[in-house]
């Protein structure tokens, strides 16, 4: 079993930044991702990393705005988000997935208890 505590969120206003990680418990070999949901939504994937960071996934609504990144040698998967936009607004996890390409939260098999992101207009 891997813990995995995510940290960063916050609010901010539209425009701004914020910085998630994602701390895991010990060194696992796979693919993560980040996923939110917002209240009354589905959960979405939201980026999802390789192993070795040579292959990433970004849903369209984020593509040129956030940027997913990972340090192995900490255990820890970073999503750095600018620009951000009041429908970022959502709670944030993050989540070891078997396939980064679809970034599928039905196919992630350890999660984080999330961090809230909240971006005012």
């Known amino acids: 079993q891997v813990q995995l505590v995510e940290s960063g969120g916050g609010s901010v206003q539209a425009g701004g930044s914020l910085r998630l990680s994602c701390v895991a418990s010990?060194?696992?070999?796979?693919?993560y991702g980040w996923f939110r949901q917002a209240p009354g939504k589905e959960r979405e994937g939201v980026s999802c990393?390789?192993?070795?960071?040579?292959?990433?996934y970004y849903v369209d609504s984020v593509k040129g705005r956030f940027t997913i990144s990972r340090d192995n040698a900490k255990n820890t998967v970073y999503l750095q988000m600018n620009n951000m936009k009041p429908e970022d607004t959502a709670m944030y996890y993050c989540a070891a997935v078997r396939n980064w390409d679809t970034c599928s939260g039905s196919a992630a098999y350890y999660w984080g208890q999330g961090t809230q992101v909240t971006v005012s207009s």
């Open positions: 990393i390789t192993w070795t960071g040579g292959s990433t």
């Open positions: 010990r060194s696992t070999y796979g693919s």
